[in-house]
């Protein structure tokens, strides 16, 4: 079996992604510079995959046991990435920290192998400029947790050759997940420049008294999510008229009008946040473990709708 290597500090994005490749067949490597973090992490990922296979949520068409063989800690970078076809990397977002393990890997791979990060907001320009390998990096953003929601952005390096993108979005397909093509850098890549569109009208309507806290919540959760969930929001635009032109035509000059009196980017701080804050915990107390319960609370419903999507979803 070819080798995916999540080169990483083996944290909850690290652990998914390694159940996340053995799930499609694929034999991983851990790496961490702390091997008492290779060692919890493959506790962790022992007992998450048992308890997933309990519960007929594991992802694939092997066996827990199976998949739990293919995995395996190395404390040495040079043996961990040896004979891999992908490199994943996730340590924490600090530019710094991932170029320093990128120029690193850059001196030890040959030509034929995918160096992936995992990075949320830093651009692959400032990522991998000046890399011999250049050609051969890419990003691979997961959705937290990526177990349970499966979309991946695939964002390349001004100078990734389109057989980098083709080789990682066939392999994100193999493992089950959903890649997506960023064809082109820009901050915050698609989905946080569309969660924060979201949440900087939502403060605003907060801050403005216009709504609560609570229920500006319940707008999304029992209203928009509930269809975003499966078509998103210009196939919405599409089945919402007799069609896209339809939609325009109908409803451009209103979006227009609304649109229009957005305010400026909020400053997220001040009486608002105390506010939000104060009705947010009456529903969950933000201590260690009223959040991990709703955590749990969240995950537990995300695998349930995932296991809808695949039952129901066209292909």
């Not at 519960?55 to 040495?76: P, T, Y």
């Not at 080789?167 to 997940?177: C, D, E, F, S, V």
């Not at 919405?236 to 032109?245: D, I, Q, R, S």
Request: aromatic share 6%; net charge negative; charged share 20%.
């Amino acid at each position: 079996c070819l080798a995916s290597v999540p080169c990483s500090i083996v944290g909850l994005i690290g652990r998914s992604w390694a159940m996340l490749f053995a799930s499609g067949g694929f034999k991983v490597k851990l790496y961490d510079i702390e091997q008492q973090q290779i060692t919890n992490a493959l506790e962790n990922i022992r007992k998450e995959m048992k308890l997933m296979e309990q519960s007929g949520a594991l992802k694939g068409s092997l066996s827990a046991q199976q998949q739990l063989a293919l995995i395996s800690g190395c404390g040495n970078l040079a043996e961990a990435v040896e004979g891999a076809m992908h490199i994943q990397e996730c340590v924490p977002e600090n530019l710094e920290l991932k170029k320093k393990i990128f120029t690193h890997l850059d001196s030890i791979v040959d030509d034929s192998v995918i160096l992936s990060s995992s990075t949320s907001c830093l651009l692959p320009s400032k990522l991998f400029g000046g890399l011999t390998h250049v050609k051969q990096c890419i990003v691979a953003h997961p959705v937290n947790p990526p177990y349970y929601v499966p979309l991946v952005e695939l964002v390349p390096h001004p100078e990734t050759a389109p057989t980098t993108m083709d080789r990682t979005h066939a392999l994100m397909r193999k493992i089950g997940q959903s890649p997506v093509r960023v064809l082109k850098e820009i901050d915050g890549f698609v989905l946080n420049r569309l969660q924060y569109a979201i949440i900087s009208e939502a403060w605003r309507l907060v801050e403005e008294g216009i709504v609560s806290p609570n229920d500006l919540d319940l707008v999304m959760s029992d209203g928009l999510g509930m269809r975003y969930a499966f078509i998103g929001p210009l196939e919405t635009m599409h089945l919402n008229a007799e069609g896209m032109v339809s939609y325009c035509d109908r409803y451009s000059e209103g979006m227009k009008h609304v649109l229009n009196s957005f305010g400026s980017v909020p400053e997220f701080s001040g009486a608002t946040v105390e506010k939000v804050n104060q009705d947010i915990c009456m529903k969950v107390p933000d201590d260690p473990v009223h959040l991990a319960a709703r955590r749990q609370w969240r995950d537990d419903c995300l695998m349930r709708l995932a296991k809808l999507k695949r039952q129901v979803q066209p292909q």
